[in-house]
């Protein structure tokens, strides 16, 4: 039972590139989130999904895109990556109304 | 919109003190209430968290909090620190039939000296 995963740990991008990150879960929880933490501010919710095949804006949706085509799998997408989304990304997941359980974070840095 | 406050950014106490870390929220409606812990390098780790009932709730690793319902707190307790709470810890608020959100306080780091 591994939780919540993300891929990937680790990645660089300049500005103006594209990439997905994949988060997983095995708890067969219907909720999940994507959240960005910057330094001083906490965790700010970016997209969630209430259910395979839904998802919804959040705090600071901006600039990302998301798809929950498998109930097991969300993804975050970044079209055109800019500075201002440097930041460490959590993917979580939720049984509704509990607690929520976090992955283990994406560090991205885009130069 | 809701928010949640933490007023202690970065707190550093020595080994056996005591702590109490603080948080309080603004909406007035009925709320879920949780305390995560980011220790260094790692995720989120649920500590304790609180739904309803005894007021007073009891999570991991000797820590609790207390809700207090008119002061809008739910502020985090340790009678005896441990060099190994040193870490990030996070109020947050979910307001109820929200789709399970939570609302995060930006943080209060903990470092426990020997």
């Known amino acids: 039972n591994a939780g919540v995963t993300q891929t990937p740990k680790f990645r660089v991008l300049k500005t103006g590139q594209s990439m997905t990150l994949l988060c997983a879960q095995d708890m067969n929880h219907e909720y999940m989130y994507w959240y960005r933490q910057d330094p001083g501010m906490g965790l700010r919710l970016i997209h969630y999904?209430?259910?395979?095949?839904?998802?919804a804006k959040g705090e600071v949706p901006d600039g990302y895109n998301v798809s929950r085509l498998k109930k097991q799998n969300f993804l975050l997408g970044l079209e055109s990556a800019a500075p201002s989304q440097t930041s460490v990304y959590f993917c979580?997941?939720?049984?509704?109304?509990?607690?929520?359980?976090f992955g283990p974070g994406t560090r991205l840095t885009v130069t | 919109a809701q928010s949640v406050s933490q007023h202690n950014h970065h707190v550093i106490l020595s080994e056996a003190a005591s702590l109490e870390l603080g948080c309080n929220y603004s909406?007035?409606?009925?709320?879920?209430l949780f305390w995560y812990v980011q220790y260094p390098g790692q995720h989120l780790q649920l500590l304790l968290k609180y739904f309803s009932g005894d007021p007073l709730v009891k999570g991991i690793k000797g820590f609790e909090a207390e809700f207090i319902k008119s002061k809008f707190s739910f502020n985090l307790r340790k009678p005896s620190v441990q060099w190994s709470d040193t870490a990030e810890y996070f109020c947050a608020v979910q307001r109820t039939g929200t789709a399970s959100k939570l609302t995060f306080g930006t943080g209060t780091r903990l470092q426990v000296t020997l």
């Open positions: 999904s209430v259910g395979e095949g839904t998802t």
């Open positions: 979580a997941s939720s049984a509704a109304p509990y607690e929520q359980y």
């Open positions: 909406y007035g409606g009925t709320v879920n």
